[in-house]
Every structure is written in structure tokens, then in C-alpha cells.
């Protein structure tokens, strides 16, 4: 077989630090860190958490 093509799988913690990096600066991102380890989750999970929640109250504070 030959080698397989396409984009390497990012680990969850490195995928979590890309999407952190979209919306949370250093200080933030290593509260969420802190508030992961605290909840034992992990911060990928977190983050979508919280950035699902932010998007919400945009949504709902355009249609006021």
C-alpha cells in the first residue's frame, strides 16, 4: 500500500489551542486550561463550550 495522503490528525489539545487562539487571548486560554483540569475535561470540549454559548448571546442580542 502506499502512504497515506491528507492532513495529519491534530491531537485534542492542539486542535483546542487553534480554536482558542480565534477567540481568547494567552491570559484567557490558560484560565481555560486551569478551568478544564479543575472540571476534568478537556479544553477543546471547554472552549467549544464556551464559544458556542458567546456566539448564543450574539444571536440573541442582534435580534433585541
Known amino acids: 500500500m502506499g502512504k497515506k495522503m491528507g492532513r495529519p ?3 485534542e489539545e492542539d486542535k483546542a489551542k487553534y480554536e482558542a487562539a480565534a477567540f481568547f487571548s494567552k491570559e484567557d486560554y490558560d484560565l481555560l486550561q486551569e478551568i478544564a483540569t479543575q472540571e476534568k475535561t478537556k ?3 471547554l472552549v467549544k463550550k464556551v464559544v458556542k454559548e458567546w456566539l ?4 440573541k442580542m442582534k435580534k433585541e
Open 9 to 11: 490528525k491534530l491531537k
Open 43 to 45: 479544553p477543546g470540549m
Open 56 to 59: 448564543e448571546t450574539k444571536r
